[in-house]
């Protein structure tokens, strides 16, 4: 059991790491605000949400190992990322929707579809 949770935390944490730097790299890369605020969005939401689970699986870890003062570490774990499921699109559209208030056009190419 202990294995398999293991392995699951570090493909958690892979997982995790890889959404990062996607959504980095995409971040330097788009053209546009509206599509760097999508790659940061899901930056936000699948990569820290994915590090937060592999996290939650070692405190699982060392609960077994017979720790008991960690179940409250995982509740946080918990909480921390059911605040991020809430407030990062809320910051998103908020941040979107300033841009469009602001004047900023969306990004087209040279035939002129967006």
């Known amino acids: 059991m202990?294995?398999?949770?293991?392995a699951l935390s570090w493909i958690a944490v892979i997982?995790?790491?890889f959404f990062m730097l996607v959504g980095t790299f995409g971040v330097l890369r788009m053209p546009d605000v509206y599509t760097r605020?999508?790659?940061a969005g899901?930056?936000?939401t699948m990569g820290?949400?994915?590090l937060l689970l592999g996290m939650?699986?070692?405190t699982i870890i060392d609960m077994m190992h017979g720790e008991t003062s960690y179940w409250l570490v995982l509740v946080r774990l918990?909480?921390?990322y059911a605040f991020l499921l809430f407030t990062s699109p809320i910051a998103t559209h908020a941040l979107a929707r300033a841009a469009i208030a602001g004047g900023v056009?969306?990004?087209t190419n040279e035939a002129g579809e967006s």
């Open 2 to 6: 202990e294995a398999l949770l293991h």
């Open 15 to 17: 997982g995790g790491l």
């Open 37 to 39: 605020l999508h790659a």
């Open 42 to 44: 899901m930056t936000d």
């Open 48 to 50: 820290a949400g994915l």
């Open 56 to 58: 939650a699986f070692q």
């Open 78 to 80: 918990v909480f921390v």
């Open 105 to 107: 056009v969306p990004w």
